[in-house]
């Protein structure tokens, strides 16, 4: 039964009060009842939590119930207290916190983990940076609930749209699919994809400063020239030292999947610039993404391929397909199939 209090209300009361709250039932969330979700103290120590800060970058959920839900976000109006390097691009950031409403829909629907498994075509509307003050909205629509009735939980299928102040849309995801599943699947999984060593949970965001979205390693890109247009691969170092590793998620340390598309968005935009002459490459849309791995601590490498890249009439640049695929420490394949696969990614000057 759905407990109905207002953000004002929920901004009374102490951290002892809120936890008596049952967070499954709420029609509403404060910023504190979402930090105390990702530290795992609201009965779910064991099963789903949001990212902590500076991953999380929502401020409270206006509106949750079974159709949708509504959630906002306020830059700081000081560039001295934001995360990230001003200059970053933020597109993936906010496509993960789409992915997180989701996951946490889904996760008051059954005990579980979330995870992203798919979504549809993302279109960039607006550019999507640092701007002190500004404020933006999530809207996300609930399309279907699927129950899995094997294990009793199930898969959350939504479209989800960051807007600006005005309502209008900046970033648009269409069928963004999380399932969730059981601690004990989340278990084998480490087994399968290299999860075993942990990883020590960050400090306080608010002493964080300066931060980038780690993308591949200098002095790894390959570029070969094919009949259907550039190929191009580059590696990344993983380790349990990566940073999103410490906020993402407490006890469940894995490399957001929109982090690794971050990643890929950077290679393009690199060709671009280098084998194309676009002068400032920003991303604009991807027809589907598909997540069939995840990327945890233990020591390895990923590798970005990029295949298919060619330039189209108007001078945007496009990867026909992009996929990820785990390797070890020499470059061998850990999992013969890519983990993550893109199509249709594209980049243009920024107009």
Known sequence: MSQEYSIEALNKLDDQALQGLDWKNLTCLNGRLLELHAE????????????????????????????????????????????????????????????????????RKADGIGRALSSGVCTLHQSLDFEAGKKVTFAMTRKKWVVNKTTGTGTAIFDGAVLDANGDIVLESKKVIVGILLPEEIHALRGKYGGELGVEAGADASTL???????????????????????????????????????????????????????????LKDIAKDKFGLSQPVFKSMFAKKFSGMIFEDPKQIRFELTGVTQQEDGSVIAAQASLYLEDLSGDLMIEAPIYTFKKLLVADQS
């Open 40 to 107: 795992g103290a609201l009965g779910n120590e064991s099963f789903a939590k949001l990212p902590r800060k500076p991953i999380l970058c929502i401020d409270q959920i206006e509106r949750i119930d079974e159709d949708g839900i509504d959630a906002s976000f306020t830059f700081p109006d000081d560039a001295a207290n934001w995360a990230y390097n001003t200059d970053e691009s933020l597109e993936m950031l906010f496509q993960d916190q789409l992915d997180q409403l989701v996951g946490f829909w889904g996760s």
């Open 209 to 267: 400063s300066g931060l980038e979205i780690p993308v591949y390693d200098d002095g790894t890109t390959t570029v070969e020239e094919t009949e259907s247009g550039l190929t191009v691969n580059a590696t990344q170092a993983i380790n349990p030292e990566l940073w999103p590793l410490r906020f993402h998620f407490k006890g469940d340390p894995v490399v957001p999947g929109n982090f690794g598309t971050h990643g890929m968005i950077a290679l």
